[in-house]
């Protein structure tokens, strides 16, 4: 079966970091992505990972562990417009194109 | 500027009256995805084109067909909706088989039902 596990919510204040994470088990890996969506709107592409390690894009950065099925999503110097859904998403070997979503964790960003 | 439109934004229909959400893209992306979203859930992947060719998920009830006439375009048709098709309907689109190809969204249609 294909399985997504992420914190349903957190909670975090302006300017902190935060760190959201994802364990996935899927059939076959082909990479990670990360998107992000604010209530009542389209998911937007934040990143993608498909080797081992960090890739770094301005304030977001994501980290993937192949082996341990585990990816995680940091925030840094967070703004209040952060606050939103945060959806991890594995593309296993289902079909090309074909992602599995994770449920979303919910990040509010306070003052 | 929109490259994935979706319309309407929000569409109401009666228990039982078909209805018909639509796509367009200008990516000119070979692939085209529609998933349903209810509050707090994951998207759940209906059906998706490559191209023509039409890929139907397993647990996608008969009640949701979609059609797709061009590359730009595509349609999701519910035949008879009832109160538990009541959710987001998002349509994504993609380029081609490459490894690194994220979707992109467009800002959904939120269903309605009387």
């Known amino acids: 079966g294909q399985n997504i596990d992420q914190p349903t919510e957190m909670t975090a204040t302006e300017g902190a970091i935060v760190q959201i994470n994802c364990t996935y088990q899927?059939?076959?890996?082909?990479?990670l992505f990360w998107y992000q969506q604010h209530a009542g709107e389209a998911p937007t592409f934040l990143s993608y990972?498909?080797?081992?390690g960090l890739e770094e894009k301005g304030r977001f950065s994501s980290f993937l562990s192949r082996s341990k099925g585990y990816s995680y999503l940091l925030l840094k110097e967070l703004q209040m417009k952060d606050s939103a859904s945060y959806l991890c998403?594995?593309?296993?070997?289902?079909?090309?194109?074909?992602?599995?979503f994770g449920t979303g964790t919910r990040l509010l960003v306070s003052p | 500027d929109a490259m994935v439109i979706q319309n309407p934004r929000y569409q109401v229909t009666q228990f039982g009256k078909p209805v018909t959400l639509s796509c367009s893209q200008t990516?000119?992306?070979?692939?085209m995805y529609w998933y349903q979203q209810k509050s707090s859930q994951a998207p759940k992947l209906l059906f998706h084109y490559y191209d023509k060719d039409f890929n139907n998920e397993a647990d996608t009830p008969d009640n949701f067909q979609s059609r797709r006439p061009n590359t730009s375009f595509c349609f999701l048709d519910i035949r008879s909706p009832g109160l538990g098709d009541a959710a987001m309907y998002l349509c994504a689109t993609s380029g081609g088989t490459g490894r690194y190809q994220p979707q992109h969204f467009g800002d959904g249609t939120r269903l309605s039902i009387l």
């Open positions: 990972n498909v080797l081992d």
């Open positions: 899927t059939s076959g890996f082909n990479g």
């Open positions: 998403a594995v593309r296993g070997d289902t079909g090309f194109q074909k992602l599995v």
């Open positions: 990516l000119n992306h070979n692939v």
